[in-house]
């Protein structure tokens, strides 16, 4: 799993055991829908406890917060006022993972000063947000911890015919209890030619597959590809950098990083720009020792990805596929047939490419704007990865011929407005092993906001389920999250 849900970017009354003070049937869980059936559970909330973490002994998991041999998830805190407006304001949560689940009265909410990073330019509302878009999580220095990398637009600069914000990298160090509340974090040292710029968001890897956790970025001088090696200093520098891959417009999407520590090359996807329409996909291909490959391939266009090992070969495949989104002017709503409503798996190995259909939206239930991206799964531990897929009416789990509808679903009512059915359909957030059995649970979200309906943006509903069964390992909401006085 990825930490930006992907998050990403970027993500319960209780885990396993009961807790008092939730909703629920009294046996610690929430009921749950049936498969493919509508919700019969009540609505999430979030537990009235929180509790910090236990300290860990150290991880080679960079979603492993607290370094405890459990994975963590990180979800965004909405404070205040509706999303993005004038008084609104994001905070970023971890929710702790144990040996019974992801336990969401085990948190920790993090805002601006708490990471220690420069303020906001002025006028700009929310002073202590910080979203997790922005935010990737990786064990830069090697200590057993995971650091938190956000990407933090500073003063404006002019470069050549460029004129933007300055834009870097901002690293919070990780310790046994998560990054250190208050301290002043470090920013990253980027070469010397792309430095007055900055570099765009960046991804976290091993892309040598050396064991230590590196980054990748596009230089906004339009210079080049940057991978920043690691470990790094405390001071923020790496051992080694290489902007020898060249520049292209879009944004980077990396594979993920070996959850057990084992050295791993990550390959590196860009995506290219799109104005709603899907994009052309490259890819650079990771080899151990060497890094990217600059002898890239071109993929097929499809803005949904997601790497996993799809075949069970042992090898790591790349899914790319439509994700719905169309351009909406005139004569642009299409997509070629071979892009239209499919998703294709590039194996490893360099077997022949594999094409799926995905499930076909009726016509009163089409828009410009697609379901979501893709995420690998594997929620019966037998080593091959399903792909969890966004629809218009449900989660859906491809596993080669397979295919199982996942389904949660929001309130009829929340603020007292009426929610429609076409938008109560929770989405597919990504998946991972809390618990660590050997088996996924899948991630799904959900919020009333228009922007969610549309976009899949600030989730405030979360539903952590057992596999691809009708039970949930947990639910909660994030609206408690805050706080207090916030």
Known sequence: MKSRI????????????????????????????????????PVPSAPAES???????????????????????????????????SGSEERLGVVYGSARGLDPATR??????????????????????????????????????????????????????????????YVAWGSPSGPRTGAEATEVRLPQNVSKLGVGPVERGDFDGDGHHDLAALAQNESS???LYGPFTRSGVPTRTDTSLPWSDGALIADDIDPTGKPRATSLLLQGTN???????????????????????QLRRGNAHAWGD?????????????????????????????????????????AAPVT??????????????????????DPDGDGRDGILVATYENATLIDGDKRTPVLREGPAKADGKKIPAKWRHAR????????????????????????????????????????????????????GFAPPGS
């Open 310 to 350: 799809f075949d069970g070969d042992g090898q790591r495949d790349v899914t790319i596929g439509d994700d719905g989104g169309r351009n909406n002017e005139p004569g642009y709503e299409t997509e070629a047939p071979e892009v239209d409503g499919s998703l294709t798996v590039y194996p490893g190995s360099d």
């Open 51 to 85: 509790r910090a973490p236990t300290p860990g002994k150290g991880s080679k998991d960079p979603d492993d917060i607290n370094g405890d041999g459990h994975r963590d998830l990180l979800v965004p805190v909405q404070i205040g006022e509706e999303p993005e407006t």
């Open 225 to 227: 590809l940057v991978v």
């Open 108 to 169: 920790t909410v993090y805002g601006r000063g708490d990471l220690g990073l420069p303020g906001l330019p002025p006028g700009q509302a929310g002073p202590d947000s910080v979203y997790g878009q922005s935010i990737v999580t990786a064990d830069l220095d090697g200590d057993g911890f995971a650091d938190f990398v956000t990407s933090v637009a500073r003063e404006e600069a002019k470069e050549g015919q460029i004129w933007d914000q300055r834009t870097v990298p």
């Open 428 to 479: 597919p957030a990504g998946a991972a092993d809390f618990d660590a059995d050997g088996k996924d649970e899948l991630i799904l979200n959900w919020a009333a906001d228009s922007l969610f309906g549309i976009y899949g943006e600030h989730p405030t509903h979360w539903w952590i389920t057992d596999g691809t069964t009708p039970r949930d390992k947990t639910s909660f909401t994030t609206t």
């Open 356 to 377: 799926h259909r995905l499930p076909e939206a009726p016509d009163d239930r089409k828009s410009d704007y697609g379901p979501g991206d893709f995420a690998a799964a």
């Open 275 to 297: 104005d709603g329409e899907q994009s052309a996909n490259t890819l650079y291909s990771a080899r151990r020792g060497e890094g990217p490959s600059a002898n890239v391939r």
């Open 6 to 41: 992907a998050l990403s970017a970027v993500a319960a009354c209780v885990v396993l055991a009961p807790l008092t003070g939730c909703g629920g049937d009294g046996t610690g869980r929430e009921p749950s829908p049936s498969d493919g059936g509508a919700s019969a559970a």
